[in-house]
Structure formats: structure tokens, C-alpha cells
């Protein structure tokens, strides 16, 4: 990993459309990331050599190549985070690039926010590979590879975002995650005070993993402020 020594992260941009290119050196750069940029598959190759970025966006259609089968490449020798990027919506498209492990697939036209938001919460994600797979706590074993949950043995079923909200507290175990970082992190376009989608979530997550979901001894809300999963 390239250290900066600020501290920021790092994100490979292989973009080959101009406008696209110059928008997100400029975006990422406010948003206080250091920006690699590549045109090319071949000139991403040749950054990978000398820097190791935190995170890549990826679009899909480069003039010397798939961006797919790109992602695959770098796969191979590297744990990376990928972010695919496309201005194709095809349903195929968005499996193939999650079923080859891309971290996350946006489709342009997407606003900045909204990347940087799918960004930060990628780069919050335990990297696949790490000692951190696999968390397990009180009664609650949660796979980050294969994402399922299982309670005293048997697999619960959640939802993508109950899943996601889940592995959230997770991965800050006894600590307060405030309702602010749930929201940027897994509702990037929701507004502050519309915060019903999460209590909702929160409230379905402690039908799934608490014994009396409302005096719950592991989902702990902490008035005014967030949550906490205790363990
Ligand atoms: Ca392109």
C-alpha cells in the first residue's frame, strides 16, 4: 500500500473518457483522496507495478480491453478493492462484475457523492483474506466472504442491507456507530432527518438476532447518537 503521509487514501481511477477522468481528479482530490490516474488497461498495469492503490475504479468498456476481464487480472495477485464502473445497466453486466468479486458496480451517469459514499464504505469493508473473514461474538457467527449470519448454529436469512448494517456494527464491535455513519454508509442518498429506513432495519435486525428483541442485549441503541453491538 502506498503510504501517504497525510494519511489519505489511495484510489486508482482507469477511466478513459476525458470528461469523466478530469471530474474525478478534480472531485476525489476535494474529497481528500490521492488520485492514480490511467486511461488504459495497460497503463493501469504499469501504475500496479510501482503503487499499490487502496481502492480502483474500473469502467468496463477501455479502449485496449474489458474492464471485467480486467478486475479478474488484478484478482489474481491482488486483494485490492474494485469498484466497476459502467455506463451500461445491464442487469448480466452488474452480476458478472459482483460475481468476480468487484467490491461494488456504479452506472454513469452517477453523482459524486454518491460514489464517494459507495467509496468510504468499500474502504470501511475487513478486506477479504484478512484474519478478519470470520467475526464471532455472544451466540452470532457473521462470514464476510460467503456474507451469511448464523445464530446458535443455524443460518439466519437477512437482507442485502441488513446484512450490510450488520457487518457495519460488526466490524466496531462495543463500539458506538452513530446513526450519521449508518446512514452515509449504507442509505448514501437519504437526508439526515429521514431516518425511519434505519430504525426499521435496526428493529428487523433484533427480530433476527436477539432473544427478546425489545430488551435487546446485543443491538443497543444509544439515544440521540447511534448504535452499539455489544458483545
Ligand atoms: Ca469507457
Redesign the pocket.
Known amino acids: 500500500m502506498m503510504v501517504d503521509p497525510e494519511g489519505r487514501s489511495v484510489v486508482m481511477v482507469v477511466?478513459?473518457?476525458e470528461s469523466y477522468q478530469d471530474a474525478l481528479n478534480i472531485g476525489l482530490t476535494v474529497e481528500g483522496f490521492v488520485v492514480m490516474a490511467a486511461s488504459t488497461i495497460n497503463q493501469a498495469r504499469q501504475l500496479m507495478t510501482t503503487t499499490k492503490p487502496d481502492l480502483i475504479l474500473l469502467?468496463?468498456?477501455?479502449p485496449d480491453g474489458s474492464g471485467i476481464d480486467y478486475c479478474r487480472e488484478i484478482y489474481d495477485t491482488s486483494r485490492v478493492p474494485v469498484i466497476m464502473v459502467s455506463?451500461r445497466t445491464s442487469e448480466v453486466d452488474i452480476v458478472l462484475g459482483l460475481e468476480i468479486g468487484a467490491a461494488d458496480y456504479v452506472t454513469k451517469p452517477y453523482r459524486l457523492r454518491e460514489l464517494v459514499a459507495r467509496m468510504r464504505a468499500v474502504l470501511r469493508r475487513p478486506l477479504v483474506g484478512n484474519e478478519e473473514e470470520v467475526i464471532t461474538f455472544a451466540e452470532l457467527r457473521i462470514d464476510f466472504v460467503r456474507r451469511t449470519v448464523s445464530r446458535r448454529g443455524i443460518e439466519i436469512e437477512l437482507s442485502r442491507k441488513e446484512f450490510d448494517l450488520l457487518a457495519l456494527f460488526a466490524t466496531r464491535l462495543a463500539q458506538v456507530v452513530t446513526r450519521e455513519v449508518c446512514l452515509d454508509t449504507l442509505w448514501w442518498g437519504l437526508e439526515l432527518s429521514d431516518t425511519r429506513t434505519l430504525d426499521t432495519h435496526v428493529k428487523r435486525l433484533r427480530q433476527k438476532i436477539e432473544d427478546d428483541p425489545s430488551n435487546p442485549r446485543h443491538l443497543i441503541t444509544i439515544r440521540g447518537v447511534g448504535f452499539r453491538l455489544d458483545p
Open positions: 477511466e478513459d473518457e469502467d468496463v468498456m477501455l455506463a
